[in-house]
């Protein structure tokens, strides 16, 4: 592979100045949209030699056959550009965006004559103005419901309002008392579109103000002996309370705020909106993004804020944004959003009190939905048997691997070396056939998957410690067959192996199934964050498509082998700590958590000097020189 790519620029060609960048394929098509407080710094990083590049950012620029460059007079300028060219082109490089649009939403319709209310999963109704999503279509309609008691606007469709106008007869939920159009002939359409103004104020989180005018006029009322009235108004606060009750608070009552509470992984991500309006929780937005390149949490937060704002009104864009990390152009976003607004708007990371509570709400909520992501594109059946399929023409395998096996090596600074192995079969794991395996002696991970891999192999020329046991005398009861089930060491050879790591890790893999006879296993290796796919004896990876079931397969595979192998290796660490330093005599469990949080690990503590330990509190020369001794004689 060459390492300067045919199109890269002269470094005097490229602009010290503020602007966006796109790289096209040879067809024209572009391929990635950028943008660069200095555009000669950023573009340098993507024209450094190609073997240190990130894998998937490799595979960008190599795709590409040019890259073109426009300056703008700042930094906002080139957030604008860079957001509008996205949005026109939908560049395959940049993240991509998946909305929750299968949620209900309430909307009002005010591009209409005499606007109405409705509940709908279309997002794309001009004009209208959106609240939401909810969990479920009752809870819409009931807040509807309550809502239509206080502000008596439309409920019904269009081609009843058409009729009941030309007709002058009301509509049936006009007649019933269920609709407060200019069909009921009680107000007008000026009046109608006053009182949908106040349902909008409303749901966008005025409610005090409502609340206490409400109860103003019900104590006027009171006061001058209209009881009826006075009734009346306590009907709508407690439709009111109804409809606050449902939300409950959870900032100061003055607060607008939007969190967006992110997880990720190498491959994709999950935002969680949290809307709050009034210090109420007025509405929560999922968003999956697929990301097609390496980008840092700060880049990505950049591009969720550019997705939530660049379209929204200005009434839609609150007075503070949280998220979990400052995006590294937080200056230049709030400038935008000021702009877009009309007002301040400020960027922040929630760090304490509530704000913080409610951040850990969002961000949970992420990761379980980034779980819920991978999982069912794992789970579902055709989904299993595409990934079965694909992986089988990737690898080029006679047949689709039905069973798997991988493995993965957990250590503490070399001490304390655990393998695990872990089996799916028809795409699923098979937790009772998991297993560890202790490397008492071994010089790097390499060397550790090796011996792993002769100790497993070996069962597979020994198949008469895989077959259940056989009936005896002993075992006859009342003349049936008794026999104690024996819990399989190994269940039968495996289709594929994969373990945890790159070219190295699979080369030692494949000289463990040449050495125990068994090349006829398929083997391959997934490296960590690259997610790339090696086979033995290749000196170039294979780059599976970023939306391949086959990737998400084996990455969910070199998960799992990853969790059960630090699960255990953990165990052993915290068994053997406890062991080594309670020998030490005056050593009781407050000093041993104390020396292992100094230090880290019993490896660093061996290493110290006698005076470096003895400078912890509790510990003076003579316990220092104990723990350094027997440390030592180990």
Known sequence: MAEQLPYKPKQGEIPTDPGVYR????????????????????????????????ERTRRMVTTAASVEWTVVASDVEALQLEYMWIQEFSPPFNVRYKDDKSYPFMAITLADEAPRVIVTRNHRIPGAKYFGPYPKVWAVHDTIDLMIKVFPIRTCSDASYKKAMATGRPCFPGQIGRCGGPCSMKVGIEEHRAIVNDFVAFMSGGDERFTKELTRRMREASAAMDYEAAAGYRDKLQAIDAVLNRSALVLASDMDADLFGIAEDELAATVQHFVVRGGRVRGVRAITIEKELDISGGELVDQVIQRAYGGASDADIPRQILVPVLPDDATELEAWLRERRGKLVSIKVAQRGRK??????????????????????????????????????????????????????????????VASMVV???????????????????????????????????????????????????????????????????????????????????????????????????????????????????????????????????????????????????????????????????????????LLRHFGSVTALRSATEDEIAQLPGIGPKLAASVHGHLAAR
């Open 424 to 594: 799916f079969e028809d795409g699923l794991p098979r937790k009772d056939q998991y297993r560890t395996f202790g490397v008492p002696e071994t010089t790097d991970d390499t060397d550790s998957i090796h011996q792993v891999l002769m100790r497993r192999l070996a069962y597979l020329d020994r198949p008469e410690e895989n077959e259940p046991p056989e009936p005896t005398e002993a075992a006859l009861q009342d003349g049936e067959v008794v026999t104690t089930r024996r819990r399989p060491r190994f269940a039968y050879p495996p289709q594929l192996l994969v373990v945890d790591g790159g070219k190295p890790q699979v080369e030692a893999a494949a000289r463990a199934l040449a050495d125990a006879g068994h090349e006829e296993i398929a083997l391959c290796g997934i490296a960590k964050r690259l997610e790339e796919v090696w086979l033995p004896g290749e000196d170039f990876p294979v780059i599976l498509p970023r939306t391949s079931e086959a990737l998400y397969l084996l990455q969910r595979l070199r998960d799992e082998a990853h969790r059960f192998a630090i699960t255990h290796q953990r165990k052993r660490r915290k068994r053997d700590i406890s062991t080594v330093l309670a020998e030490v005599p005056g050593l009781g469990d407050a000093r041993i958590r104390a």
């Open 23 to 54: 790289f096209r394929d040879p067809a024209g098509r572009i391929l990635y949209v950028g943008k660069a407080k200095n555009l000669r710094a950023r573009l340098s990083n993507y024209f450094a030699p190609l073997r240190t590049l990130h």
């Open 356 to 417: 913080a509570e409610l951040m850990k709400t969002a961000a949970l909520n992420a990761q379980q939905a980034l779980m819920l992501h991978k999982t069912r594109r794992t789970s579902d059946y055709v989904a299993r048997t595409q990934a079965l399929t694909d992986l089988q023409e990737a690898l080029g395998l006679a047949e689709a691997p039905l069973r798997i096996e991988g493995y993965d090596v957990s250590h503490l600074s070399g001490t304390n070396v």
